[in-house]
């Protein structure tokens, strides 16, 4: 039961990836897509690496919370699950989500391996009849004690009811405190973040009690198998707890107790969840698994919760955030970047309109978007529409091309474990540093006066943006494809073994067609949210914008000041002039978006000058 980080790292053995089953009493939400993008961002990179991936996500379809809300629609559970699941899988298309396989708990399937996974927990003593009383919350679909209620609630805020004493089976998960113990710490690197590992090993050595598994008070869910027939009304069937049922889903998919493709990708390579079903995740599922003798998954990896404004989102207060929506306004390759880019993956974040205008049109339309459309324009324009051939590489072409061809090595560890939005940033690195290279190279003056340097800089553009294109397929599948099919990159070359590969590099000569925008500039009908709070609101936006992305917005708009001088300088004509000044004013538009005041440039110190001394 050895665990090697090269498990969910880079190397080509197959990979399995779960998100946790989505609860059909929910409507798809950012949470759901975060987690499930997640994924898909893990899955498409490993493909990439050329491993065999298999990303599973699904629903979670029994227990009496479901019961209850059917009984309140006046339908059966069966109708109500069939009709919110789809909302799940109707989320997979909007998001462009990759996974090889969507599961549901009330598939035969799903019943048949958590039948398989219960009678061998029987089979090795670990299960027992005895009678449970106490907290329960239905919301949850938890057991708490008393002392970890809240002012009579449960931990997170949910109500709790007092259940009377009734029959239960147990598992006997207090005899597995002190091994749980030891395999996290033979496997230090089985929960991430470190923070949640903290938490569960605080957890665990609190003291584990035999954990209750079947309920009789409902009949909505799994029938646990081979008890005793009943002997009247008072002797009810015991259904299966629910968080055994659901968590057994991350086997049933693979056609547990075998199959090939159990045997392919189990045990899994990494599965993803929330910080709030961490401990069913990391305590439950691994003793259940270790009692049943299988091995347990290579990794749990707990994200944070998204706010909106620096508010907790709720149905309440009327800020629940539609992916749907999200995805209508701003396009979904802005979204899936934002919400990989935005905040360090693990922690809390805050979703606001004000940041995902940044990042639609500060980043990626204007630093990548019109970085793109700037190449290729002048390649289109100036080269006869194909690649051209590079002459003689100065130490700037060389530092920018080496900077390129070691994104994917930076990349690849952060994306191994699961630090994607540094992953994102390594990027960034790069885009930034290609538009101080075509400021500073200035290819339209260069035209004019050394057409083989000319040449040159816009060849060794190309071949940045190659790079970034390929290194940008997980995160924008539909992007990067259109940025490589405007780069002439064969659908072949399209991998990140094709990034080292000599006849992949973009071939002088290739025909390249007139190039088209990756990313329009998004305009909100509806005043944004920080704007209606007026100028409290704006003061707020600039001391909340991160200093380090205000300073490179400087740095780039004094940037594109330059080459508008330098065109102006050199007699440029309009068609080479108007994109670099729409390439100033639209970073100049992104700076008040992100700190809510005007661009104000420096301005130089200017000399008094003297006044004469009357004689």
Same mark, same amino acid.
């Given at each position: 039961?050895?665990?090697?980080?090269s498990t969910?790292?880079?190397?080509?053995t197959?990979?399995?990836?779960?998100t946790p089953?989505?609860?059909?009493?929910?409507?798809?939400?950012?949470?759901h897509?975060?987690t499930?993008l997640a994924?898909?961002?893990i899955s498409r990179?490993?493909r990439?690496?050329?491993?065999?991936?298999?990303f599973?996500?699904g629903?979670d379809?029994?227990?009496q919370?479901v019961?209850?809300?059917?009984?309140?629609n006046?339908?059966?559970?069966q109708?109500?699950?069939?009709?919110?699941?789809?909302?799940?899988?109707?989320?997979?298309?909007v998001m462009?989500?990759s996974?090889?396989?969507f599961i549901r708990?009330?598939?035969?399937?799903h019943k048949d391996?958590?039948?398989?996974l219960?009678r061998?927990?029987?089979?090795?003593?670990?299960?027992?009849?005895?009678?449970y009383e106490g907290w329960?919350s239905?919301?949850?679909?938890a057991y708490?004690?008393e002392s970890?209620l809240?002012?009579?609630?449960?931990?997170t805020?949910?109500e709790?009811?007092?259940?009377?004493?009734e029959?239960?089976y147990f598992?006997?998960?207090s005899?597995w405190g002190?091994k749980?113990?030891?395999?996290?710490?033979?496997?230090?690197?089985f929960?991430?973040?470190?923070?949640r590992?903290?938490?569960?090993v605080?957890?665990?050595?609190?003291g584990?009690r035999?954990?209750s598994?079947?309920r009789?008070?409902f009949?909505?869910?799994?029938t646990?198998?081979d008890q005793?027939?009943?002997?009247?009304?008072?002797?009810?069937d015991?259904?299966m707890?629910?968080w055994?049922?659901?968590?057994?889903n991350?086997?049933?998919?693979l056609?547990?107790?075998g199959?090939?493709?159990f045997?392919t990708?189990w045990p899994?390579?990494?599965?993803?969840?929330?910080?709030?079903?961490?401990?069913?995740?990391?305590?439950?599922?691994?003793a259940?698994?270790?009692?049943?003798?299988?091995?347990?998954p290579q990794?749990?990896?707990?994200h944070?919760w998204?706010?909106?404004d620096?508010?907790?989102?709720?149905?309440s207060?009327?800020?629940?955030?539609?992916?749907?929506?999200?995805?209508?306004?701003?396009?979904?390759?802005?979204?899936r970047?934002?919400?990989?880019a935005?905040v360090?993956?693990?922690?809390?974040?805050d979703?606001?309109?004000?940041a995902?205008?940044?990042?639609a049109?500060g980043?990626?339309?204007n630093a990548?978007g019109?970085?793109q459309?700037?190449?290729?324009?002048?390649?289109h324009?100036?080269?006869?529409g194909?690649v051209?051939?590079?002459?003689p590489?100065s130490a700037?072409?060389?530092?920018?091309?080496?900077?390129?061809r070691a994104?994917?090595?930076k990349?690849a560890p952060?994306?191994a474990?699961?630090?994607?939005?540094?992953?994102c940033r390594?990027m960034?690195?790069v885009?930034r540093?290609?538009?101080?290279y075509?400021?500073e190279?200035?290819p339209?003056?260069?035209?004019k006066?050394d057409?083989s340097r000319?040449k040159?800089v816009?060849w060794?553009?190309?071949?940045?943006?190659r790079h970034?294109a390929v290194?940008?397929?997980p995160l924008?599948p539909?992007?990067?494809?259109c940025?490589?099919d405007?780069l002439?990159?064969?659908?072949?070359?399209?991998?990140?073994?094709?990034? &080292?590969? /000599? =006849?992949?590099?973009?071939a !002088?000569g290739?025909?390249v067609?007139?190039? +088209?925008g990756?990313?329009? #500039?998004? $305009?909100l009908?509806?005043?944004?949210?920080a704007?209606? &709070?007026g /100028? =409290?609101?704006?003061?707020a !936006?600039a001391?909340a914008?991160?200093p380090v +992305?205000v300073?490179a917005? #400087?740095? $780039?708009?004094?940037?594109?000041?330059?080459?508008?001088?330098?065109?102006k300088t050199?007699?440029?004509?309009?068609g080479t002039?108007?994109?670099?000044?729409d390439a100033?004013l639209?970073?100049?538009?992104?700076?008040l978006?992100?700190?809510?005041?005007?661009?104000?440039?420096?301005?130089?110190?200017k000399?008094k000058?003297?006044?004469g001394?009357?004689?």
């Amino acid at each position: 039961m050895a665990m090697s980080s090269s498990t969910w790292g880079a190397d080509n053995t197959p990979f399995y990836v779960t998100t946790p089953i989505y609860y059909v009493n929910d409507k798809p939400h950012i949470g759901h897509a975060y987690t499930t993008l997640a994924c898909d961002v893990i899955s498409r990179w490993m493909r990439l690496e050329g491993r065999e991936v298999y990303f599973l996500t699904g629903t979670d379809e029994h227990g009496q919370k479901v019961q209850q809300s059917a009984e309140k629609n006046d339908v059966s559970p069966q109708e109500w699950c069939d009709r919110n699941s789809q909302a799940f899988r109707d989320l997979i298309e909007v998001m462009n989500f990759s996974n090889d396989d969507f599961i549901r708990t009330t598939e035969q399937r799903h019943k048949d391996a958590v039948v398989e996974l219960w009678r061998k927990l029987e089979a090795k003593g670990q299960i027992y009849l005895g009678a449970y009383e106490g907290w329960y919350s239905v919301r949850d679909e938890a057991y708490y004690t008393e002392s970890e209620l809240v002012d009579g609630k449960a931990p997170t805020g949910a109500e709790v009811e007092w259940v009377v004493k009734e029959p239960s089976y147990f598992f006997k998960l207090s005899e597995w405190g002190d091994k749980l113990l030891q395999y996290y710490d033979e496997h230090p690197d089985f929960i991430g973040p470190n923070s949640r590992r903290n938490e569960v090993v605080s957890f665990v050595k609190g003291g584990l009690r035999d954990l209750s598994i079947s309920r009789t008070t409902f009949d909505w869910g799994i029938t646990v198998p081979d008890q005793p027939a009943p002997t009247g009304d008072d002797d009810p069937d015991h259904i299966m707890y629910v968080w055994v049922d659901a968590l057994t889903n991350y086997l049933s998919a693979l056609g547990f107790p075998g199959g090939d493709k159990f045997e392919t990708f189990w045990p899994a390579g990494v599965q993803m969840v929330g910080k709030d079903i961490i401990r069913f995740h990391a305590v439950y599922w691994p003793a259940l698994l270790l009692a049943a003798g299988l091995d347990p998954p290579q990794r749990i990896f707990a994200h944070g919760w998204w706010t909106r404004d620096g508010q907790k989102i709720s149905k309440s207060i009327g800020n629940v955030i539609d992916p749907n929506e999200l995805v209508a306004t701003f396009g979904v390759d802005q979204v899936r970047y934002f919400l990989m880019a935005e905040v360090p993956f693990g922690q809390d974040g805050d979703y606001s309109e004000t940041a995902m205008l940044a990042t639609a049109n500060g980043f990626l339309a204007n630093a990548l978007g019109n970085l793109q459309m700037r190449v290729m324009s002048l390649v289109h324009k100036n080269c006869e529409g194909a690649v051209p051939e590079p002459g003689p590489l100065s130490a700037d072409d060389e530092a920018m091309l080496e900077a390129a061809r070691a994104l994917h090595g930076k990349m690849a560890p952060l994306v191994a474990c699961q630090s994607l939005n540094k992953a994102c940033r390594e990027m960034e690195i790069v885009v930034r540093m290609a538009n101080k290279y075509i400021d500073e190279q200035a290819p339209w003056a260069l035209k004019k006066t050394d057409v083989s340097r000319m040449k040159t800089v816009l060849w060794t553009l190309m071949e940045t943006l190659r790079h970034v294109a390929v290194c940008c397929l997980p995160l924008m599948p539909a992007s990067a494809d259109c940025m490589l099919d405007q780069l002439a990159v064969k659908p072949e070359h399209r991998t990140f073994s094709s990034l &080292r590969l /000599a =006849e992949a590099v973009v071939a !002088a000569g290739t025909p390249v067609n007139k190039p +088209t925008g990756l990313f329009p #500039r998004i $305009e909100l009908d509806a005043p944004l949210v920080a704007d209606e &709070r007026g /100028a =409290e609101g704006e003061a707020a !936006a600039a001391r909340a914008a991160d200093p380090v +992305t205000v300073e490179a917005l #400087r740095t $780039e708009i004094a940037a594109a000041g330059d080459a508008v001088r330098v065109a102006k300088t050199s007699g440029a004509d309009k068609g080479t002039l108007q994109p670099l000044v729409d390439a100033l004013l639209a970073k100049k538009a992104d700076f008040l978006e992100l700190t809510g005041t005007p661009f104000d440039p420096p301005k130089s110190k200017k000399k008094k000058k003297s006044k004469g001394v009357a004689m």
